[in-house]
């Protein structure tokens, strides 16, 4: 079965600080990888994706992703957090023997602290 | 990108009655639009997969005479639920693909008292 785990209900991180936000996935085959931003009653916003070739990729507002196959993990990442990046956190796949249908994860919550 | 909006972004109604959400995408003609359900601190849950001119397909557990989709356009999708109850009271998202990317809509909250 696909899946995608977010281990951390809830990450806290002084403002600052650098923040990890893990994502790991079970999937066969090679997944397309992405992370998705909610801010209270609204929708998603799309923040980076990995399709192919460097694992390393940048996405919106300062935030990148690692992708390392060994560890099927897709954790993301920013240097410096701001308060305004607290939000919930998706890290979704798309297997490619899934019908192209999106896997959640069940997110998680980011509080940064002034 | 693409832009997908939503209406309306709050509904309350009483519980029996039907409401209609709609879906459109506003730069982008999407054969195929998703309908997600997501419930209070919860992941998003697949619901439907909306196709232009045909029939949506259904995830399982789904029912299709209770959620009706209607993607009678390229640019417009609706969701009517129908006969609604205080259960079905949830965060409704849809969301549109292009290309690698998946872009979501802001979500309306349905609310049946």
Redesign the interface.
Known sequence: AQSVAQPEDQVNVAEGNPLTVKCTYSVSGNP?L?W?VQYP??????LL?Y?TGDNLVKGSYGFEAEFNKSQTSFHLKKPSALVSDSALY?CAV?PMEYG???V????TILRVKS | GAVVSQHPSRVICKSGTSVKIECRSLDFQATTMFWYRQFPKQSLMLMATSNEGSKATYEQGVEKDKFLINHASLTLSTLTVTSAHPEDSSFYICSVRRGYEQYFGPGTRLTVT
């Not at chain 1, 009653?41 to 799309?46: T, V």
């Open positions: 397309y992405f998705y009653n609204r929708g998603l916003q799309f994706k399709i998706f798309r192209n249908k999106l959640f994860g069940a997110g």
